[in-house]
């Protein structure tokens, strides 16, 4: 361990114990960009090519299941594919943001962000599995569009970067609710998960409201709701 006159930084505390790994601790501002953008690569890879574990436990876990006819479980099937596609674009649209965050705190709001995306894709790719469904095909272009389009918004700033997530939220809370009216009535497990999810879009967009989020212009907003009916067609059949 390096002296206190060294002038090479400290990796354990006095007391003897090591610091807790974090995106805003000292020790993460020596890493590198290059060294961020290969982390964000290596999660995409992650994402689509693994099922990475859930932090949470799913909200279907405390709700029996219920017969669902053929017709009921194809259409849950295509409605979990589709928000499934959904989380694996907005976690990769916040990690990509972080890559140019401005300051350590939107930095890991980015990053606390994308950790409970990372849960709700765990969670509906466990229901997609249950209804003997398959992943969308698009799973990589989800994720590495949405990593660029991250990065783009980055690069304009914190303030653009947060009104970016308060937008993206509440469009993806509104086709959430609209995925809720279309839901078989008996698929109670794919419901709760909905819900859950639901319910943490919204304070994810309060929370970049909160901290200081830019208003993002019309033009910007159309783009973004193009975008996503555009995944929501192809990730359905697709």
Not at 35 to 57: C, E, I, M, S
Not at 98 to 118: K, N, Q, S, V, Y
Not at 193 to 199: G, P, S, V
Not at 207 to 216: C, D, K, L, N
Request: hydrophobic share 40%.
């Amino acid at each position: 361990m390096a002296g206190a006159g060294s002038g090479k930084p400290r990796r354990w505390r006095d007391d003897g114990v090591r610091p807790r790994f974090s995106y805003t601790s000292a020790m993460t501002r020596a890493i590198s960009w290059n060294d961020r953008l290969v982390a964000v690569f290596d999660q995409g890879l992650k994402t689509v090519l693994t099922d990475p574990p859930a932090g949470r436990a799913s909200p279907a876990d405390t709700v029996d299941d219920a017969p669902l006819s053929p017709a009921e479980q194809a259409e849950s099937v295509r409605l979990m594919r589709v928000n499934r596609a959904g989380e694996i674009s907005a976690q990769a649209l916040y990690r990509g943001q972080a890559l140019f965050a401005r300051t350590p705190a939107t930095a890991d709001r980015l990053e606390r962000a994308a950790a409970e995306e990372a849960d709700h894709l765990s969670w509906c790719t466990r229901r997609i599995e249950e209804l003997g469904g398959r992943p969308s095909r698009l799973d990589p272009a989800w994720f590495f569009g949405s990593a660029a389009v991250g990065a783009l918004a980055g690069i304009s700033g914190d303030a653009t970067s947060l009104g970016f997530v308060a937008e993206t939220e509440r469009q993806v809370e509104a086709h959430i609710e609209d995925h809720l009216a279309r839901l078989p009535q008996r698929d109670a497990k794919s419901r709760a998960i909905l819900e859950q999810m639901t319910a943490d879009e919204a304070r994810h967009g309060s929370e970049a409201s909160a901290a200081g989020a830019a208003p993002i212009r019309e033009p910007v907003r159309t783009l973004m709701a193009v975008g996503g009916e555009i995944l929501r067609r192809l990730a359905y059949r697709l």
